[in-house]
């Protein structure tokens, strides 16, 4: 419920409910802090105050991202209050909302968080290619919304979802900025980025283009013993923005983006944490690599009772790694006779197409009575490889006394891998949605909606190498195909325009997943289906001190059943069924302060408890008990900002934050007894920046990472033991914006 009260208030919704960076400033003639806008976010698929919306969202502006220096997930996701971003390898770090997760990294099926640029879908079923982490630089907002979308968002955003939305053409003004920085972390050598951003009017308030590109290299601080390299793992990260925007009247705003953007590392990015604190050992390298491309068409159009949104795109990802598995190569001579000498290597990926349009109606106007209704499709093709392979196999297959001459040309046909496995995924989401909101007084309103949906998933496998040799196994088709409905009701009650608490249930889904029957010699189900999420929460949005004081808090309650895993064969082959329950409840308080007219502080605390609410039996390693924490969450997160501008020239401000999270596991079989845990979290990180402007160019000291700490992010068990991500050590740099 809009109440005209609320506007003072909603200015300062760049800090309350955020749980990052700094509110929205600007700097008067005095070189004062002054509260400057209010976030219009589009979580309810219509434009509105983030502190007028009936659950739970945070939004960040661009500018707040500039202010904390953030490139990525890493520096700004987990200030916000429920959030844990669980960083491993570029490409497959996963954030983890309200602990809706089994595993910290990818499963077997679609994830629990929805990705989205500009409301277009990212997320595929199935195993998940590239988790997009698009660079922050002249970003509109980033848009975090926690809880279950499934009613306006539809799949894959179970625990929530994050959107993007990237700055549009603007056909009033020519506009530039340009942004570098050069760092050095410890045990590195220094590090740089490089972006640009030109606006340009091709006619008058009629027609306009912008584009943006950036590059960032981020050195690697581990040394790989076993290649014999030191700062192996440097990450190059690439690509830029195009935006087109044609208003041909005052009613119409047709607009075309393209993203591309493009991560490579030259080494795998986590160390072993036996051989000590930044080195690891592999027998080769572990190249990864990850590409995404979105093209997007989307028309506005006022009908006056109405506003109509169409929105088509088309998106291209693959990835790739490579993994050595030599530790296992004794095993694979022994059990086939070979003599293989070179290191075995595991080289897995995949690419994705996808498909996606959406049509809505939103009503416009100030009466009680609002609605939305609209249609959506979304179309994957996917295909997934996974090939074993070393130097010299296919002779090796020749002069072993199992297979023989001849048998190296079948087995490895291209010298080198001897056992492959590919999948090819055909993914359809379509779904009818709507939202429907009535002002019963001018306090109280009701909302309820919900999503019809119907998915279906096409799954075709086939196998060669030894696994297949000397008969070929025939290619496998499966299929799974489900529909349902996703409600979403809440109740709001705004008294004034200090005050708005609300209560809300709401329901998530995702695509099932078909397995591949025929690969293994061991009975497996057909497939799993979506699991079943209901999500019911309180909260209230509190303005104090003439609006320079903020508090939101919200509690929250998550039924979790039927749970999709992933599980395995005992001849290894994984896949997917649904099994267990889980009961998530917590609470996430916000605060941002306007003490002085100088110095702005602001607190997230969010205390959650995600847990298994049965036994859980987990093939090979036991039976994970009920009560057991589920995988990439934590019980306690926390972020401080404290931000200081001095009366002084070239206006100086000093920001320091701290971001706490405690201790988590990173796959359930960690709370299986007596399995060796594989922890994450347990750790307090503290960053400090010190700007100043001369003109429309500001300098930013920074250190990150202060007290150089190396927190935890994710532990999996690899071939070469226990492998960890870890925080980036203390960095220290200078950045330079420049802006027209």
Not at 108 to 137: C, M, S
Not at 159 to 185: M, Q
Not at 359 to 374: E, H, I, M, Q, Y
Not at 591 to 609: F, G, H, M, V
């Amino acid at each position: 419920m809009a109440n005209p009260n609320s506007i003072r208030a909603a200015c300062l919704a760049g800090a309350a409910g955020l749980g990052l960076g700094l509110p929205a400033v600007a700097q008067d003639g005095g070189g004062k802090g002054v509260l400057l806008e209010e976030i219009i976010v589009t979580a309810t698929k219509r434009r509105e105050s983030v502190r007028d919306v009936s659950g739970s969202v945070s939004a960040v502006t661009g500018e707040q991202l500039e202010a904390i220096g953030a490139q990525g997930f890493a520096d700004y996701i987990q200030r916000t209050p429920g959030v844990v971003f669980n960083e491993f390898q570029p490409g497959t770090s996963h954030v983890v909302i309200r602990g809706v997760a089994t595993n910290s990294g990818n499963v077997q099926g679609q994830g629990t968080t929805g990705y989205y640029i500009n409301e277009v879908p990212l997320t595929e079923p199935g195993w998940t290619i590239v988790i997009p982490d698009i660079d922050t630089f002249d970003v509109d907002r980033v848009e975090v919304l926690r809880g279950p979308q499934g009613s306006l968002f539809g799949s894959a955003s179970m625990g929530g979802a994050v959107n993007y939305i990237a700055n549009k053409a603007d056909s009033r003004k020519t506009d530039a900025a340009l942004e570098g920085t050069l760092s050095k972390t410890r045990n590195a050598d220094p590090s740089w980025t490089g972006k640009a951003m030109l606006n340009l009017p091709v006619v008058a308030d009629k027609l306009a283009a912008r584009a943006v590109g950036s590059f960032r290299r981020d050195e690697g601080y581990l040394d790989n013993v076993g290649i014999g390299k030191d700062g192996s793992s440097d990450i190059d990260v690439g690509g830029g923005r195009a935006s087109v925007v044609w208003t041909p009247d005052e009613m119409t705003e047709v607009s075309w983006l393209s993203l591309y953007q493009k991560t490579e590392a030259d080494d795998a990015p986590y160390r072993n944490p036996a051989l000590g604190t930044f080195r690891r050992s592999t027998a080769l390298a572990e190249p990864h690599e990850a590409e995404v491309q979105v093209h997007s068409l989307r028309v506005d159009r006022d009908l006056g009772f109405a506003s109509l949104t169409a929105l088509g795109a088309y998106q291209e990802k693959e990835q790739g790694f490579v993994f050595d598995f030599t530790p296992y190569r004794p095993a694979y001579n022994a059990d086939l006779g070979l003599d293989l000498t070179s290191p075995l290597y595991v080289r897995s990926g995949g690419d994705s197409d996808g498909k996606s349009a959406e049509l809505r109606l939103a009503s416009t106007g100030d009466g009680p009575f609002k609605w939305l209704v609209g249609g959506m499709y979304f179309e994957t093709d996917k295909d997934l490889s996974e090939e074993l392979g070393a130097a010299g196999a296919a002779a090796a297959f020749d002069a072993s006394p199992l297979y023989g001459p001849g048998a190296g040309a079948a087995i490895a046909p291209g010298g080198e891998v001897f056992n492959a496995f590919h999948t090819r995924v055909k993914g359809e989401e379509s779904a009818l949605f709507g939202e429907a909101s009535y002002e019963l007084t001018p306090e109280f309103k009701v909302t309820a909606g919900g999503r019809l949906f119907q998915t279906k998933v096409t799954s075709i496998a086939s196998s060669a190498g030894f696994s297949a040799y000397p008969t070929p196994a025939a290619p496998t088709r499966d299929k799974t195909k489900e529909d349902g409905f996703s409600p979403k009701v809440s109740v709001t009650y705004a008294p004034n325009g200090d005050l708005m608490l609300y209560a809300l249930y709401s329901e998530g889904f995702r695509f099932g997943t078909p397995n591949d029957t025929g690969l293994s010699a061991f009975p497996v189900p057909a497939g799993s289906r979506s699991d079943s999420l209901k999500n019911y929460e309180v909260g209230f949005r509190s303005s104090h001190l003439d609006g320079k004081l903020l508090l939101d808090v919200t509690a929250f309650h998550v039924d979790w059943t039927d749970i999709q895993l992933r599980l395995s064969t005992p001849d290894n082959f994984n896949y997917a069924a649904n099994g267990g329950a889980a009961d998530i409840k917590g609470i996430e308080v916000s605060t941002s302060w306007q003490a002085t007219e100088n110095l702005d502080l602001q607190t997230s605390i969010t205390y959650q408890e995600a847990r298994l609410e049965e036994d859980l039996f987990i093939l090979f390693f036991g039976t994970a008990p009920k009560g057991s924490r589920l995988p990439g969450s934590a019980d306690w997160s926390v972020a401080n900002t404290a931000a200081y501008r001095f009366d002084a020239a070239y206006d100086p401000t000093l920001t320091l934050s701290h971001r706490y999270l405690s201790k988590g596991i990173s796959d359930l079989n960690s709370a299986v007894p007596d399995a060796e845990v594989r922890g994450q979290g347990g750790y307090n990180i503290f960053d400090v920046r010190l700007g100043a402007s001369l003109g429309g160019t500001r300098a930013t000291l920074f250190v990150s990472n202060v007290t150089d700490r190396q927190g935890i992010t994710r532990t999996v068990l690899e071939a070469n033991g226990l492998s960890q991500g870890i925080i980036r050590p203390r960095t220290f740099g200078v950045t330079l914006n420049w802006a027209l």
